[in-house]
């Protein structure tokens, strides 16, 4: 993880304008993966240009005094300095005359970056912006007399000749999608062993009129994978500063955050654009929350009840299908009509809609769920267990209860997960009733994202009982 001690210690808050890294930038990523950038014109005592780049948390950054090459050639100086809060993705300004950097600072240009390799001494990446499109590499020299100097080089210039702008504007094309236009980069990049991220954007162009009735009103936790699922990944709430203007973020609370920020600029995913945009992104999962906001960015009561099943050692798929049928009787006594469907991982999950007043607390559903849950492993606790300590779940379906948790999210219905069955990617995917109690081989319910939409043009939407009005909690 990247630190902003340095970067602070040479500042003071109360005479620049700078950000701090206060306002919430620990929550978009919990590892050292990147994906956006920025090239700020900075008029110090000097004219440079700062190149950033989104990484671990913050932004790692290099002075470049004559700025990014514009061809392959000699390399050019850049300066590594101090690692730069993620609000520094747009800042602009001017930095007070005798303060560190002072000077007026603008954003020269912006956009994402996909990296090739990333080491203490060469950095690789590919970097897709408006004025820049293009592979750079950053290294430290072999014999250097400060440890901060490295150098730039263009490795590719693009357009060089007739074919290579030809394969750029396919690997980089801009296209027109739900009225939106949207540039895509690296379409060739794998993403799953043998699938490139142009697959991923197809399967979510195609599944977009069944996934987004389930996404709507609901903020979206991102788990991204720049360098595809055998590379890091990290979860991303909040929307970014850099996002396009017309995607719709709603802030809503983050109480008990890990990073300790109170609330977060959430995406609501409602449009085939967003789909697609995400997906370029290497948004590969998409997780929400069991309440939606209003029109007005409130959010509401909880509007779903949900059961995550997860097995423990000595069990799988074919032991919680049997739980799950389980669920569904003692959902229906009480009149509550479920749902169901993989995980795309190692279980399943159980959706009822429900209504809650207004005035409702929003633990009922937990509540309710924790219940249902504990009755269950009183009966046989030889097979469930609704308490999470691992050393309980040997042999048992664990019934996780505590996703109904208003801070919690459970994977969409629809979305890709980060992993490979059979030589394509797994998708959580609604299942017919049918097939939970009637399954002998846990293989019949491991589908890929071709599998999922024969599927839909089959059933239609499997989950669509989760959408419909709720009943309320007995």
């Given at each position: 993880?990247?630190?902003?001690?340095?970067?602070?210690?040479?500042?003071?808050?109360?005479?620049?304008?700078?950000?701090?890294?206060?306002?919430?930038?620990?929550?978009?990523?919990?590892?050292?993966?990147?994906?956006?950038?920025?090239?700020?014109?900075?008029?110090?005592?000097?004219?440079?240009?700062?190149?950033?780049?989104?990484?671990?948390?913050?932004?790692?950054?290099?002075?470049?005094?004559?700025?990014?090459?514009?061809?392959?050639?000699?390399?050019?100086?850049?300066?590594?300095?101090?690692?730069?809060?993620?609000?520094?993705?747009?800042?602009?300004?001017?930095?007070?005359?005798?303060?560190y950097g002072g000077g007026?600072?603008?954003?020269?240009?912006?956009?994402?970056?996909?990296?090739?390799?990333?080491?203490?001494?060469?950095?690789?990446?590919?970097?897709?912006?408006?004025?820049?499109?293009?592979?750079?590499?950053?290294?430290?020299?072999?014999?250097?007399?400060?440890?901060?100097?490295?150098?730039?080089?263009?490795?590719?210039?693009?357009?060089?000749?007739?074919?290579?702008?030809?394969?750029?504007?396919?690997?980089?094309?801009?296209?027109?999608?739900?009225?939106?236009?949207?540039?895509?980069?690296?379409?060739?990049?794998?993403?799953?062993?043998?699938?490139?991220?142009?697959?991923?954007?197809?399967?979510?162009?195609?599944?977009?009129?069944?996934?987004?009735?389930?996404?709507?009103?609901?903020?979206?936790?991102?788990?991204?994978?720049?360098?595809?699922?055998?590379?890091?990944?990290?979860?991303?709430?909040?929307?970014?500063?850099?996002?396009?203007?017309?995607?719709?973020?709603?802030?809503?609370?983050?109480?008990?955050?890990?990073?300790?920020?109170?609330?977060?600029?959430?995406?609501?995913?409602?449009?085939?654009?967003?789909?697609?945009?995400?997906?370029?992104?290497?948004?590969?999962?998409?997780?929400?929350?069991q309440w939606r906001v209003?029109?007005?960015?409130?959010?509401?009561?909880?509007?779903?009840?949900?059961?995550?099943?997860?097995?423990?050692?000595?069990?799988?798929?074919?032991?919680?299908?049997?739980?799950?049928?389980?669920?569904?009787?003692?959902?229906?006594?009480?009149?509550?009509?479920?749902?169901?469907?993989?995980?795309?991982?190692?279980?399943?999950?159980?959706?009822?809609?429900?209504?809650?007043?207004?005035?409702?607390?929003?633990?009922?559903?937990?509540?309710?769920?924790?219940?249902?849950?504990?009755?269950?492993?009183?009966?046989?606790?030889?097979?469930?267990?609704?308490?999470?300590?691992?050393?309980?779940?040997?042999?048992?379906?664990?019934?996780?209860?505590?996703?109904?948790?208003t801070s919690k999210t459970?994977?969409?219905?629809?979305?890709?997960?980060?992993?490979?069955?059979?030589?394509?990617?797994?998708?959580?995917?609604?299942?017919?009733?049918?097939?939970?109690?009637?399954?002998?081989?846990?293989?019949?319910?491991?589908?890929?994202?071709?599998?999922?939409?024969?599927?839909?043009?089959?059933?239609?939407?499997?989950?669509?009982?989760?959408?419909?009005?709720?009943?309320?909690?007995?």
């Open positions: 993880m990247g630190e902003l001690d340095t970067y602070r210690a040479k500042r003071d808050p109360d005479r620049t304008p700078e950000p701090f890294g206060d306002a919430g930038s620990g929550e978009v990523a919990d590892t050292d993966a990147g994906g956006r950038f920025v090239v700020q014109e900075h008029h110090a005592r000097r004219l440079h240009y700062d190149v950033r780049l989104e990484r671990g948390g913050v932004l790692v950054c290099w002075a470049v005094p004559k700025g990014l090459p514009e061809s392959p050639g000699a390399p050019r100086l850049a300066v590594h300095t101090e690692d730069h809060p993620l609000e520094y993705l747009d800042f602009h300004g001017e930095i007070p005359k005798g303060e007026s600072m603008t954003v020269w240009d912006s956009g994402t970056y996909e990296t090739e390799k990333w080491s203490d001494d060469e950095v690789a990446v590919t970097l897709r912006g408006e004025r820049v499109d293009g592979r750079f590499v950053f290294f430290r020299p072999a014999r250097g007399d400060d440890p901060e100097d490295w150098l730039v080089t263009r490795r590719v210039e693009d357009g060089t000749t007739a074919k290579e702008r030809a394969a750029a504007n396919v690997q980089s094309p801009r296209v027109a999608v739900g009225g939106r236009t949207l540039k895509l980069s690296n379409l060739d990049k794998e993403l799953y062993p043998g699938t490139p991220k142009n697959a991923v954007i197809d399967y979510y162009a195609r599944v977009a009129d069944t996934l987004l009735p389930h996404l709507a009103g609901r903020p979206v936790t991102l788990r991204r994978f720049p360098d595809g699922i055998e590379g890091e990944s990290f979860y991303e709430k909040n929307a970014g500063r850099n996002a396009p203007s017309w995607l719709r973020s709603v802030v809503v609370p983050t109480p008990g955050s890990s990073r300790g920020s109170s609330s977060a600029s959430f995406l609501v995913v409602e449009e085939l654009a967003a789909l697609v945009y995400l997906a370029n992104l290497a948004v590969l999962e998409l997780h929400v929350p209003d029109a007005g960015d409130h959010p509401l009561p909880p509007d779903e009840l949900v059961f995550d099943l997860d097995p423990g050692p000595g069990t799988g798929l074919l032991e919680c299908a049997a739980v799950a049928a389980r669920i569904r009787a003692r959902l229906a006594d009480d009149g509550l009509v479920a749902c169901v469907k993989t995980s795309g991982s190692k279980g399943m999950q159980m959706t009822a809609p429900v209504a809650l007043p207004a005035d409702a607390d929003p633990s009922a559903t937990s509540g309710y769920a924790k219940r249902l849950a504990e009755a269950l492993a009183r009966e046989t606790p030889d097979r469930v267990t609704a308490v999470m300590a691992k050393d309980r779940r040997g042999g048992r379906v664990f019934v996780d209860w505590s996703q109904n948790n459970t994977v969409a219905p629809y979305s890709l997960r980060a992993r490979v069955a059979h030589g394509a990617p797994t998708v959580s995917t609604p299942l017919t009733w049918d097939e939970v109690e009637g399954c002998r081989d846990p293989e019949e319910l491991v589908f890929s994202p071709e599998a999922v939409l024969a599927r839909i043009a089959e059933h239609g939407d499997l989950y669509a009982s989760a959408l419909g009005d709720g009943a309320p909690l007995p």
